[in-house]
């Protein structure tokens, strides 16, 4: 079965803030995706990437940033937090034959 | 830019009914079709429809594609309150080895004893 892991389920951030989400995938995906979740809005693509080091912005990636310097994990940076960033984040995963993506638990981020 | 619209947003049924969930697209030089569950934690994968006309099963719930009407639709019978759940549906453009999916909103079920 293929596993996503995010290192946070809950995470309490001070606005101004950096802030790291981790995710990491066991499956030797060549693609990896940042999500977020919000209530009446449902899941918007932040970034992706297809390959190490190979980012491509999503449809809102104002304010987050992301790193991939191996191929089983992606980070998620939000340089400085802002309280509209409060949300729920997904990590996924899927390979290049279109199956999946895999997603991970998620990790509930609130800004204060 | 690629759309993906559920509807109803939201639906409440009693156990033992069938229900019926409904997705439209528009996207271009379309690949797939994918239906996920989500419960509390992480959307869990259920189908991946690219042929019109060829449904999918799993147990008590069901897929189709409707190519000419861009559209699919997810049946769920005798549900149960475990059935409960987001279910979103979202499409895969052809674009290589880089596509991504556009989802829609979710349409949030609950199933009452």
């Known amino acids: 079965d293929v596993k996503v892991t995010q290192s946070s389920r809950y995470l309490v951030k001070r606005t101004g803030e950096k802030v790291f989400l981790e995710c990491v995938q066991d499956?030797?995906?060549?693609?990896m995706f940042w999500y977020r979740q919000d209530p009446g809005l449902g899941l918007r693509l932040i970034y992706f990437?297809?390959?190490?080091?190979?980012?491509e912005k999503g449809d809102i990636p104002e304010g987050y940033s992301v790193s991939r310097e191996k191929k089983e994990r992606f980070s998620l940076i939000l340089e400085s937090a802002s309280t509209n960033q409060t949300s729920m984040y997904l990590c996924a995963s899927s390979s290049p034959d279109g199956r999946g993506p895999h997603f991970g638990n998620g990790t509930r981020l609130t800004v204060t | 830019e690629d759309k993906v619209v559920q509807s109803p947003l939201s639906l409440v049924v009693h156990e033992g009914d069938t229900v019926t969930l409904n997705c439209s697209y528009e996207?271009?030089?379309?690949?797939?079709l994918l239906w996920y569950k989500q419960e509390k934690k992480a959307p869990t994968f259920l189908f991946m429809l690219?042929?019109?006309?060829i449904e999918k099963k799993s147990g008590r719930l069901s897929s189709i594609l409707d190519k000419k009407e861009l559209s699919s639709i997810l049946n769920i019978t005798a549900t149960q309150t475990g059935d409960s759940a987001i279910y979103l549906c979202a499409v895969r453009p052809h674009t290589g080895a880089n596509s991504k999916l556009t989802f829609g909103k979710g349409i949030t079920l609950s199933v009452r004893p």
């Open positions: 690219t042929s019109s006309g």
């Open positions: 990437s297809y390959d190490v080091k190979m980012k």
């Open positions: 996207v271009t030089n379309f690949r797939s």
């Open positions: 499956m030797d995906h060549e693609n």
